[in-house]
């Protein structure tokens, strides 16, 4: 190496120091931003079905006042009704 450069890289070791002591703080702030987004997708991935549970109960709830408007309107038919009176009438005259 000639004098020049040896003198350069010698007034520059304070500047190097400085960036490489800079380049690590910044790396550990990454790899702590990088820990906290895996932990966070993480978590998000181990309960993908968290709103899955409320649109069943939904469904469930659809199906179930379906299945409540069919019966009231059997109920309130006529062969049911006679077929109901039928057998208050039947259960009354036992007692």
Do not use: H, W
């Amino acid at each position: 190496m000639s004098r020049e450069l040896i003198a350069i890289d010698q007034t520059n070791t304070g500047v190097a120091a400085g960036f490489v002591s800079r380049l690590s703080e910044r790396s550990r702030q990454v790899k702590g931003q990088l820990c906290l987004l895996d932990a966070r997708f993480r978590t998000a991935m181990t309960a993908p079905d968290e709103g899955a549970a409320t649109a069943e109960y939904a469904v469930v709830l659809v199906a179930a006042t379906g299945f409540a408007a069919v019966l009231v309107a059997l109920l309130k038919s006529g062969a049911v009704k006679t077929l109901l009176m039928a057998l208050v009438k039947k259960a009354l005259k036992v007692v």
